[in-house]
């Protein structure tokens, strides 16, 4: 938090509309050489003890924004927000990716079927302009970034969709951050989401 006050200081002299992300989840997907895959959400709102969930003497920690229907009754099922995944084909991961934002499914939906239905890199469906979740500020709307196609907006809009056009590249948006596993070559393509300081490396 002190780093970001003060880089906003700093800026604010030189550019008045400068708007920092503020500090908060992240996303972590590896992939080892045995083909082993881990894909993991840390959130921010993720503060210890502070639902008194419990799984099998497991402690969910989590805020009850993660839970889409509630905090589920003993027995119950977890409608979640937060959205690790991995996706197999004849039983063998193909792609395993996640995102922070209340974005975060909107956002994996996206570049999920930009990769496997059209064939794209990671590389190039996160560079494409994306819609998302509505804010607290406006449950109503829809995200959308400005660079999105105007005339399915304005298409959108006329069927009665409230629209808010947010700057390209938005950090509201989230980081998909994935990797895709050519099941014909074998090898693992993934790149860092330009909306949030992500990154992908090969070691």
């Not at 002299?13 to 400068?18: A, L, S, V």
């Not at 840390?42 to 639902?51: E, G, L, R, T, V």
């Not at 003993?74 to 996706?87: A, R």
Request: aromatic letters at 8%; charged letters at 20%.
């Amino acid at each position: 938090r002190n780093d970001i006050d003060f880089f906003n200081k700093l800026t604010a002299e030189k550019n008045k509309n400068i708007i920092v992300p503020p500090v908060g989840s992240n996303q972590l997907t590896v992939v080892d050489k045995a083909g082993n895959v881990a894909t993991a959400l840390h959130s921010c709102m993720s503060w210890p003890w502070m639902n008194g969930l419990f799984v099998d003497g497991i402690s969910v920690c989590a805020a009850i924004l993660h839970y889409a229907s509630g905090v589920p009754k003993p027995g119950g099922k977890i409608n979640s927000i937060v959205s690790p995944n991995m996706l197999t084909l004849d039983n063998k991961p193909i792609l395993a990716s996640g995102s922070p934002s209340s974005s975060s499914i909107d956002n994996i939906y996206q570049n999920t079927v930009n990769i496997l239905d059209f064939g794209m890199t990671p590389e190039k469906s996160v560079n494409l302009p994306r819609f998302g979740g509505s804010t607290m500020e406006e449950p109503e709307a829809v995200r959308f970034e400005v660079d999105y196609n105007e005339r399915i907006m304005k298409g959108l809009e006329k069927l009665g969709m409230k629209i808010r056009r947010v700057s390209p590249w938005n950090w509201s948006m989230g980081a998909f951050e994935g990797i895709y596993m050519d099941s014909e070559t074998g090898i693992a393509h993934a790149c860092g989401d330009p909306r949030r300081n992500s990154m992908a490396l090969a070691v």
